[in-house]
């Protein structure tokens, strides 16, 4: 119903930046604007932890406390692309991210997707 593709993972020192894409398709139904998009993260051998997302409703954002203040989550629903601005970054954040999408609007730092990206992976070195 809904694909997402990420894009934009690769290696990059510590205290560098990247920004992940997660471009959207395929549901005719449903605007990508009424879906709630949000990262999450799964190191080896660790269970997937949220990172951030923006809620459909009001485009409120939310954060990890690991991640707050560093990241930036946004979206462009013109593109239907969300976005995860990472800055300062750290080698805790080496991982897999993944794109998600839920349907309903959140209101804290948690969400519950329908879809997920199959995910890209983000080295950061020291």
């Known amino acids: 119903q809904v694909q997402l593709v990420e894009s934009g993972g690769g290696l990059v020192q510590a205290g560098g930046s990247l920004r992940l894409s997660c471009a959207a398709s395929?549901?005719?139904?449903?605007?990508?604007?009424?879906?709630?998009m949000g990262w999450f993260r799964q190191a080896p051998g660790k269970e997937r932890l949220f990172v951030a997302a923006?809620?459909?409703?009001?485009?409120?954002?939310f954060y990890a406390d690991s991640v707050n203040g560093r990241f930036t989550v946004s979206r462009d629903n013109a593109k239907n692309t969300a976005y995860l601005q990472m800055t300062s970054l750290k080698p805790e954040d080496t991982a897999v991210y993944y794109c998600?999408?839920?349907?309903?609007?959140?209101?804290?730092?948690?969400?519950?997707?329908?879809?997920w990206g199959q995910g890209t992976q983000v080295t950061v070195s020291s």
């Open positions: 923006i809620s459909w409703i009001g485009g409120g954002t």
């Open positions: 998600a999408a839920g349907t309903l609007p959140i209101t804290r730092a948690t969400m519950s997707p329908s879809y």
């Open positions: 395929g549901d005719s139904g449903r605007a990508f604007s009424m879906y709630t």
